[in-house]
């Protein structure tokens, strides 16, 4: 079993920037891959950034640019920077991992983007 506690969230006024971390119970290095999702209020979680063994990354589309995921093998974590804050990025944010074609998934953090 792993455990994964996000933190980093909170009320950030457009135009600001945070980051996010995943904080994991288990070794990162181990981790076939790792990614941010968000769920926005009424609307299905989507996937923001992932990475997988080697550094390859993806990013969705629209968000390439904004976001950037990066991976500390010492401390065991995942991060998500996120730069020039919209409205629209108000979501929670969620932490997931795959050890072994299992996935496993944090409780979330709530980012909320408003003046």
Known sequence: ???????????????????LSCAASRSVVSADSMAWYRQAPGKERELVAALWTG????????????FTISRDNANNALYLYVISLK??????????ARFADEDYWGKGTLVTVSL
């Open 1 to 19: 079993q792993v455990q994964l506690v996000e933190s980093g969230g909170g009320l950030v006024q457009p135009g600001g920037s945070l980051r």
């Open 87 to 96: 409205p629209e990025d108000t979501a929670v944010y969620y932490c997931n």
């Open 55 to 66: 550094g390859v990354t993806y990013y969705q589309p629209s968000l390439k640019g904004r």
